[in-house]
Nanobody
Framework: QVQLVESGGGLVQAGGSLRLSCAAS????????IGWFRQAPGKDREFVSV????????SYADSVKGRFTISRDNAKNTVYLQMNSLKPEDTAVYYC????????????WGQGTQVTVSS
């Protein structure tokens, strides 16, 4: 079982930056791909980005390409989401989730961290 904890959210002006962290418990962090998702009020949960088990493969939603960067440090059991050039439409609760190697779905989710971008 993997416990995920997001941090780094907060209130920021449009055009500003935040770095989110997703910290995982245990010693099997490198066996999971880690994805970031977000959910705005009244909206469905939206995929943001994902990084592979090795960290060599990364994907981004079109809405964040060129602005967000995902990375991972397996030695620290942590995945980061660097968010630059933030827009009001980025306002949401951001969640990280773990996808087991050899699995078929995201199985573990964090509690979420609020990101609010003011105009």
């Amino acid at each position: 079982q993997v416990q995920l904890v997001e941090s780094g959210g907060g209130l920021v002006q449009a055009g500003g930056s935040l770095r989110l962290s997703c910290a995982a418990s245990g010693r099997t962090f490198s066996d999971y791909a880690i994805g970031w998702f977000r959910q705005a009020p009244g909206k469905d949960r939206e995929f943001v980005s994902v990084i592979s088990w090795s960290g060599s493969s990364k994907s981004y939603a079109d809405s964040v390409k060129g602005r967000f960067t995902i990375s991972r440090d397996n030695a620290k059991n942590t995945v980061y989401l660097q968010m630059n050039s933030l827009k009001p439409e980025d306002t949401a609760v951001y969640y990280c989730a773990a996808y087991p190697k050899g699995g078929s779905k995201y199985e573990y989710w964090g509690q979420g961290t609020q990101v609010t971008v003011s105009s």
